[in-house]
């Protein structure tokens, strides 16, 4: 990695420094494919879920902001009614939610936050009550939080990291923004200029349409090593 000196780090939250939901989402997919007699696959149900509440989260803005919750609850709905699953899609995402308030933690995220002696802001896509209920639970503080429900906006869009960056009084040349996402994190962050170091867990292939990260690790570690050289 080359050298970069930034004065404050912008940090995303899930699938940076706690687990993804991936597990339940595979679950929740399962079900509907057992209960639908159209005898779909849940790869296929998955698809268009993820379709269908990334959607909704680009046109939740402003007066139409809904939380994620309730954005998770409507898309799971009409996947229901289009595999014509009768089940409850707010029982199939109640342990979904309570997941979000009790992350798995990667094992490297605590020792790279203690050591991290630069502020770091957590931008996170993630509804405020479960983030906060996440913080708490694995005992983790930051200098400055901003949220999508803060900001009544879903990363990629560009007023929650203009929102960072006037919490911070910083230019997006003087801040890295670290991430796990293509779309939401490196394309985001990078609409303002924002330099990204992005978290590549899963050592998945940069296609011709995405935006390309100035940085890639495939921990948080990467990050200690970007800002101590």
Not at 6 to 28: C, K, N, Q, W
Not at 106 to 134: H, M, R, Y
Not at 162 to 170: E, G, N, P, T, W
Not at 185 to 194: M, S
Request: with cysteine; hydrophobic share 40%; charged share 25%.
């Amino acid at each position: 990695m080359k050298d970069f000196s930034p004065r404050a780090i912008l940090l995303d939250f899930y699938g940076t420094v706690v687990e993804e939901d991936e597990s339940h989402i595979d679950r929740i997919c399962e079900e509907v494919s057992k209960a639908s007699h159209l005898g779909v696959e849940a790869s296929d149900i998955a698809s268009l879920w993820n379709y269908l509440f990334f959607e909704m989260c680009d046109q939740s803005l402003g007066a139409s902001f809904r939380l994620q919750k309730d954005l998770a609850m409507i898309s799971l709905q009409r996947v229901l009614d289009h595999f014509e699953a009768d089940l409850d899609g707010e029982r199939l995402c109640q342990p979904q939610f309570e997941y979000w308030a009790r992350p798995d933690i990667f094992p490297e995220s605590k020792e790279v936050l203690e050591g991290c002696q630069i502020p770091i802001c957590l931008v996170s896509n993630i509804d405020n009550a479960e983030l906060q209920l996440a913080l708490e639970y694995h005992g983790l503080s930051f200098y400055r939080v901003v949220t999508s429900e803060d900001c009544r906006a879903y990363k990629p869009c560009r007023g929650i990291f203009k929102r960072a960056l006037s919490v911070l009084d910083l230019s997006p040349a003087e801040v890295l923004h670290v991430g796990d996402s293509l779309s939401s994190d490196v394309e985001g962050a990078q609409c303002l200029g924002i330099p990204v170091l992005w978290i590549n867990r899963k050592q998945r292939e940069i296609s011709h349409a995405d935006k390309v990260p100035e940085y890639v690790s495939t921990d948080l570690t990467g990050l200690l090593d970007l800002i101590e050289k």
